[in-house]
């Protein structure tokens, strides 16, 4: 903790602390000047970072569209224009929120047989 408060002192850094846990999980990692911009995301509020000057940006999930776009650009194009509604489904499925969606997109790149209609299949099942 301490080599990492040093680098971080003199800079100006943006730094992201993604799926927290709490707000003791991530207090020790701020960085020790005002100069830097610090971005958690957690599934949770996480109100001790409130209580200590954060400002808390409720994140929702995307729309059909926005889901699809970000589906569409980790999967690729041609992957979802082959059964456009079985696509419309599998962003269905996974409510719009992107986490899901993106897992989803990595899930079809990871292996290329693994085709959109048996993916939304086993997640609606």
Do not use: E, F, K
Not at 39 to 48: E, F, I, N, S
Not at 61 to 82: E, K, V, Y
């Amino acid at each position: 903790m301490t080599l990492w408060r040093s680098v971080t002192a003199s800079g100006r850094l943006v730094v992201l602390m993604d799926n927290a846990d709490s707000a003791q999980q991530v207090q020790p990692l701020l960085p020790a000047t005002a100069h830097c911009l610090v971005y958690v995301t957690a599934r949770t509020a996480l109100p001790a970072l409130v209580a200590a000057g954060a400002h808390l940006l409720p994140v929702g999930p995307l729309d059909g569209d926005a889901a699809t776009i970000r589906l569409d650009r980790i999967a690729g194009r041609q992957r979802l224009a082959s059964d456009p509604p079985t696509a419309a489904g599998l962003v269905d499925a996974c409510r719009g929120m992107p986490l899901a969606v993106t897992v989803a997109g990595a899930h079809l790149v990871a292996d290329p047989g693994h085709t959109v209609r048996r993916l939304a299949h086993t997640l609606t099942i």
